[in-house]
């Protein structure tokens, strides 16, 4: 079995990018030259937000200056986890727990939630159903940067 290795930052910063993206933006473009202009902007903000991590080695730890980063950026919380054209906003639109936790693992895992994780967040979600909105920011992030998003296993 192959030892897990991190992502680079260019496949991490545009793994987040992709993740918090809307997934019905990219599934229905308007026109082939629209999808081309949508994958080419959301590649610059991958390879910008990369600019923040660093390159990972043999021992790799994440930084302290990415976790203080990911944990009071105003560029985090806006470009990957607002509402606007991104993951939250489709996740908050659509009906049914089940259907709204299959596209966020979907979306940043590339997989369906298992059932344990299903009851797990459904009783996260349940006891912060007072911020729908904060709750789900908070498992969207949970997601995105979980070790099986941030390593190639």
């Known amino acids: ?26 599934a229905k473009p308007k026109t082939p030259e629209d999808l081309a202009k949508r994958l080419a902007d959301l ?3 991958g390879e910008n937000l990369a600019k923040r991590f660093d390159r990972p080695d043999d021992t790799f730890q994440v930084s302290v200056d990415e976790a203080l980063y990911f944990s009071n950026s105003d560029q985090v919380q806006n470009d990957l986890l607002g509402e606007g054209g991104k993951l939250l906003g489709r996740v908050l639109k659509t009906e049914g727990l089940a259907k709204r936790l299959e596209i966020a693992f979907l979306n940043t895992l590339s997989r369906e939630p298992s059932p344990e994780e299903t009851k797990t967040l459904n009783r996260y979600l349940e006891a912060r159903s007072a911020d729908e909105k904060g709750a789900w920011q908070q498992v969207l992030w949970a997601l995105m940067t979980s070790s099986e998003m941030r390593f190639n296993r």
Do not use: I
């Open 1 to 26: 079995m192959a030892r897990p290795r991190p992502l680079t930052p260019n496949q991490y910063g545009s793994a987040l990018v992709f993740a918090a993206a809307d997934p019905e933006q990219l």
């Open 43 to 45: 590649e610059k903000r």
